[in-house]
């Protein structure tokens, strides 16, 4: 067997927030692969614009930098749990893998996930103990944590025998010695050649496995992975090798390899290349593209299942069509089909309405930034309340449970254990994290997560930092009634009045500024009693003749409460939706007018024979 000693494939692989992204970062600026008066940012890999707005990695993204003559291409992971499927999708382009481990936080629930992954795979890994630079930094106490989480995960004693690193990516310094600080990224560079195995080359015809796609204006889609066997070369024949074993033949426009940021157009690339190819339409990720010589599959990308599900639905609202570009049924049909090209763990499928698909994700976040990326685009549509994906397993129901982890201050612990209580959640593990600070982990019926993260950013003051991990399915533990109380619901269709919000606020907050256009049946406040209260927030103060009070001309409205997308869809119940268009993201109930609520409210009167 030969090695290409001219490449690593690394990937970087860590729970959220521990640092991934601004390490590339520094990979990537001491590499000197920018002009020396280009400016290029931070966060660079970050390149969507929901990923600038949130400061999170949603899609896994690759770039390559040459050290010491060797193309070292690297592969960005989000670390939420949420987008675990994009992990799961790139891991098996590399053959070893950073593992970052923040220095205050140790190993969390994500990092054992990544690298339990990374493992199976058989990824060499390399241990960075990140963010050094932190001021309660706990260094000695989070390297032995993590080993302890090797121990359990390694499948061989091979996998024990990792390097350790210690890094600031912030600062772009690394070293191997935690007593001497370091001075450059190097360090980072020398484990990677030293330990990351150089690429397996398989002599023969053609094959790579599809692992990303592009899409480009004038090239058409740009196909992304690994050559596992064989060489390519442009204008070669090629074919995709479906599911099915059947087979499409191609023709490669161009082949490109990875420099930074950019694609290069490249003569020639053979196994172990990271390449993006042009020329194969209708490819999905999964797919094979081979030689029509040999047209052998890989094995496809195997993901996680869904755990969250919620219907899309063509917009039913009074203001339907108004607001965006595309509003027709075979439009959102064809939108959400074709994002199953690239969103591999998500599901979709028709309903029996013919107005309406089931979409299934990871999580509420998953589908969230799903809903925002197609309102941006134009889309407008209206989705359901998200449910945990139920199912029945030798006769009984069962549900997805997540480990909730929970890093807060000592005073809140109280009100959580109340507030989890009531969503059936129990406590697995409590620790004291110093300075007042403790951990708390449970284990949570998925459907229990639902409108918990904001009740636990408001317990926090914001301060508080929640993560979930799927862990299973176990029997279905029981109804959970709904939490939350009544919302106050237009009566009227027309604008909003400052006199009609402020009856309103007399009866709870409002969540429509004066002006807005309302429909009835459309939310537009929220109160503290169980039931539902119909109001007219349209209604202007009756004209008399009478010279009106001083106090009349001076209403002061408190400021509407405005609800984000996530927090909107966590907030309604079965019998809401929430209306999600370009410019605006409505609440509303199912049924409009309040009569035919009451109706379909009241107990059904048997028909007498
Ligand atoms: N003090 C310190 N902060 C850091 C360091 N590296 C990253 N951060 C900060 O940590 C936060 C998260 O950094 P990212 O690089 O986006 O983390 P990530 O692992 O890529 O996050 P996801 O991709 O969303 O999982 C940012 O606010 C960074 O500025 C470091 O070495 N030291
Ligand atoms: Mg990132």
């Not at 612990?413 to 600070?437: F, P, S």
């Not at 609800?563 to 605006?584: A, C, G, K, M």
Request: include cysteine; glycine fraction near 8%; proline fraction near 5%.
């Amino acid at each position: 067997m030969e090695y290409r000693n001219d490449i690593r494939n690394v990937a970087i692989i860590a729970h959220v927030d521990h640092g991934k992204t601004t390490l590339v970062d520094a990979l990537l600026k001491q590499s000197r692969i920018f002009r020396d008066n280009q400016r290029v940012g931070e966060l660079i890999m970050d390149s969507g614009d929901l990923e600038r707005e949130r400061g999170i990695t949603i899609m896994a993204k690759n770039t390559a930098v040459v050290y010491k003559g060797v193309t070292i291409n690297i592969i960005d992971t989000p670390g939420h749990a949420d987008f675990s499927g994009e992990v799961e999708r790139v891991i098996s382009m590399a053959d070893g893998c950073l593992l970052l481990v923040d220095s205050v936080e140790g190993p969390m629930p994500q990092t054992r996930f990544v690298l339990r992954k990374a493992l199976e795979r058989g990824l060499k890994p390399i241990l960075v103990i990140n963010k050094t630079d932190r001021e309660n930094a706990r260094v000695p106490e989070v390297l032995a944590a993590t080993q302890d989480v090797f121990l359990e995960l390694a499948t061989s004693a091979e996998q024990l025998d990792f390097p350790v690193v210690y890094a600031s990516g912030k600062e772009g310094v690394a070293t191997t010695d935690p007593t001497t600080p370091g001075t450059d990224i190097s360090p980072i560079f020398e484990a990677i050649l030293a330990t990351v195995p150089p690429p397996r080359v398989e002599s023969g015809p053609f094959q790579m496995l599809v692992s990303n796609l592009d899409y480009d204006s004038h090239k058409g889609q740009i196909a992304i992975g690994r050559i596992w066997r064989g060489e390519i070369r442009r204008h070669d024949s090629v074919v995709r090798v479906n599911a099915d074993g059947s087979v499409v033949p191609y023709e490669i426009a161009e082949v490109f390899t990875y420099l930074g940021l950019r694609r290069v157009e490249t003569e020639q690339a053979s196994a172990g290349d990271i390449v993006a190819i042009t020329g194969v339409q209708g490819v999905s990720i999964g797919d094979t593209i081979a030689s029509p010589e040999k047209p052998e599959a890989l094995p496809r990308i195997e993901v996680g299942e869904p755990t969250v599900e919620m219907t899309f639905g063509v917009n039913t609202s009074p203001f339907a069509g108004r607001e965006g570009r595309f509003s027709t049924t075979r439009q959102l049909r064809e939108r959400l089909y074709r994002e199953l090209e690239t969103n591999l763990s998500l599901r979709v499928s028709d309903t029996a309405g013919t107005d309406s698909f089931l979409v299934k994700g990871r999580g509420e976040l998953h589908l969230a930034i799903l809903i925002e990326t197609m309102r941006r685009e134009g889309y407008e549509f209206e989705v359901s309340r998200p449910k945990a994906i139920v199912k029945t397993v030798d006769g009984r129901l069962q549900e997805p449970m997540e480990l909730l982890t929970l890093d807060t201050t000592d005073e809140s612990i109280g009100v959580l254990t109340d507030m989890l209580a009531k969503r059936q959640a129990q406590l697995a593990d409590m620790r004291n994290m110093g300075e007042g600070k403790v951990r708390l982990e449970y284990r949570i019926p998925t459907k229990g997560l639902f409108g918990f993260r904001s009740a636990f950013l408001t317990v926090t003051r914001g301060e508080g930092v929640m993560n979930t991990n799927f862990i299973g399915y176990e029997d279905w533990h029981g109804d959970l009634p709904s939490n939350r109380a009544g919302v106050l619901v237009s009566s009227e269709t027309g604008a909003a009045v400052t006199y009609g919000l402020n009856n309103a606020q007399g009866r709870g907050l409002t969540l429509v500024e004066p002006n807005t256009p309302v429909y009835e049946g459309m939310i537009v406040g929220l109160t503290q009693r169980p039931q539902d209260i119909a109001i007219n927030v349209c209604k202007e103060k009756k004209k008399t003749n009478v010279r009106a009070s001083v106090s009349d001309f001076t209403i002061h409205l408190t400021p509407a409460l405005v609800l984000s997308l996530e927090q909107s869809i966590d907030f309604i119940n079965d019998d809401e939706l929430v209306e999600v268009t370009p410019q605006n993201v409505r609440l509303r109930k199912k049924i409009l007018t309040e009569t035919m609520r009451l109706r379909a409210r009241a107990p059904t009167h048997r028909m007498e024979s």
